[in-house]
């Protein structure tokens, strides 16, 4: 069994858990490049806001721990915009440390409730 394999079963029992609840999910993918942040309806039928460090308006040159409280900061500022203050977090299988940790922590800040 390898890294990636791991990951997505471990994402397969997360996901598996938020869809029970009917709140939006906030999903987080992470590649060596970019990190993404996009927040779907509960049912996951729709992309409601997304966020990620590839955006042409404003694209960040490294993938670390300030650019991903970057992306916190841009997707609980576009969900307000949206009227959605309550989500539940996907992390995707990802541990919830470093980059995944400062992008969950950086949208509480700016009012999102998980």
């Known amino acids: 069994m390898n890294k990636k394999y791991m990951r997505i079963k471990r994402s397969t029992k997360i996901r598996s858990n938020v869809a029970k609840q009917s709140k939006p999910r906030l999903s987080v993918f992470k590649s060596n490049k970019n990190i993404y942040a996009q927040l779907f309806e509960s049912n996951g039928s729709k992309i409601i806001v997304s ?19 970057l992306i916190g900061k841009k997707i609980a500022s576009r969900a307000l915009d949206a009227g959605i203050k309550e989500v539940v977090f996907d992390r995707s299988g990802y541990i919830y440390h470093g980059k995944i940790k400062a992008l969950a922590e950086s949208a509480r800040q700016n009012g999102l409730v998980f």
């Open 51 to 69: 966020a990620s460090s590839n955006e042409k308006d404003n694209k960040l040159d490294n993938n670390n721990i300030e650019s991903a409280k």
